[in-house]
DNA sequence: CAGTGGTCTAGACCACGTA
DNA sequence: ACGTGGTCTAGACCACTGT
């Protein structure tokens, strides 16, 4: 029957129905077209479309009800509030002056964790981005970014500097639909130390941030602070009940 | 043809597997049984078994290499940023022994910061909790809470402990509609290193928290983790278009 | 009762990595 | 060539809900 296709047939029914739910099409609260209505209008099996509907379910997306249907989940709770923050609005509306110097701009050959961060396979062929971002002529982040290529080919070629950062052309390219953080203090390796001209001993906060798009990862970055110069911090209001324990 | 379980059969394949993990008797890095030897162990179907380990790599516990076998992860234990999480509920998650050392509770006179933390005068009373979580017998993170009286005055009176975690029972007394989060990297104090039995040098992942009700602090909190230990993060849905920049 | 989601099966084809 | 995981199908039985 049906085989080759460029994304999973369960991708491609999420891709459909999270297209519905940012368009509007489908508000919170609407009783979505049951799994045996979406069999017939994308004509997949049911096992492809359940899967869809579950892990959109999972995600917190959906709500489903047995006997009764699938709706759409009421406004997600605190969302946005870890939003990816460009370094250079940070520093200029804090009045200082920014600077942003690229070591190292290239494509390579993935190696297996990197391969692994971008959910691809060992050597494929990535973009890799190395900068130090500093503030009023000291370093305040190590930026140490891959890319997708598949999603953003583009991504060589453009002048990365004090004028355009990776990070706001990434946004500016492709509108991610998930995103992931993972904070950790660690030592810096002797390259950061030396990028970051710190002292050895300083511990660094590190942030590393992974963003999807039709479930394909576009970018994979980690971002090295030293801690005497950077903190993280986010304050938000609470929507909605702590749900579970 | 008939599958009276009382559990869903992938949810038993789940437990096959964790069972395996907690035990100790798969470990970190090892090799497990193909989708097919499962298949033929437990004798269920592929998809069955399939369902249960691909859950298990969304959640961290296992690594999936296409063409080459599944293997058990390296676990880091990882928390989620955005919600106010029980240490313990996810020690016991992780299918570990959860333990808790009170080392402090009483009623003090605030301190200039921790007053001004709390929103309070110098020299307000406050309640104030220290105390260490453990993970296996392993120290993973050093809590030091400080609780506004005004709000949940019968804090000083709960059997805090094993059983009672201070977060758990102060979400059940107020529902928090603000909160903050500060995260920074540091070198631990010398009382810190010895209440976490770590080596100096060690750098900690120190998460401080803030919740507010009705516009009054209800509670200000100081989370030391070493960072071999304890990893913070989160993964999440993108709702709406990054405006900003 | 008919419709819903929840689950399960026995096969199948594919891309990939290893030998 | 072979085994691995990744995916897909066309059916099936179940518990549940609403009419």
Redesign the interface.
């Known amino acids: 029957m049906d085989k080759p296709a460029p994304q999973a047939l369960y991708r491609q029914a999420k891709d459909f129905v999270q297209g519905k739910l940012v368009s509007g099409e489908w508000k919170p609260g609407d009783l979505i077209p049951s799994e045996n209505r979406l069999v017939l209008e994308l004509g997949m099996s049911r096992?492809t479309v359940n899967r869809a509907l579950r892990e959109l379910t999972d995600?917190?997306?959906l709500l489903r009800v047995s006997g009764v249907g699938t709706f759409v989940a009421e406004?997600?709770?605190?969302?946005?509030?870890?939003?990816?923050t460009?370094i250079a609005?940070e520093i200029l509306a804090r009045g200082h002056r920014y600077r942003c110097q690229v070591l190292h701009l290239a494509r390579e050959s993935a190696s297996m964790p990197i391969a692994?961060a971008l959910s691809l396979t060992t050597g494929a062929s990535v973009f890799h981005l190395l900068c130090v971002h500093y503030e009023d002529d000291v370093a305040v982040q190590l930026e140490d970014r891959y890319v997708n290529p598949q999603t953003v080919p583009e991504f060589l070629q453009q002048p990365f500097g004090d004028q355009l950062q990776s990070a706001?052309y990434l946004?500016q390219i492709i509108?991610?639909?998930?995103?992931?953080?993972?904070?950790?203090?660690?030592?810096p390796s002797a390259d950061e130390l030396k990028h970051l001209q710190i002292d050895p001993?300083e511990?660094?906060?590190?942030l590393m941030r992974r963003t999807w798009n039709s479930g394909r990862v576009v970018t994979y970055v980690r971002l090295v602070?030293p801690?005497s110069r950077y903190?993280?911090?986010?304050?938000?209001?609470?929507t909605g009940?702590?749900r579970d324990?």
């Open positions: 096992m995600e917190g997306r406004s997600k709770p605190q969302s946005n509030l870890l939003h990816i460009n609005d692994s706001r946004l509108q991610p639909d998930e995103m992931e953080h993972i904070v950790e203090a660690s030592h001993g511990p660094c906060l590190v602070h801690s903190r993280l911090g986010s304050r938000l209001p609470v009940a702590y324990s």
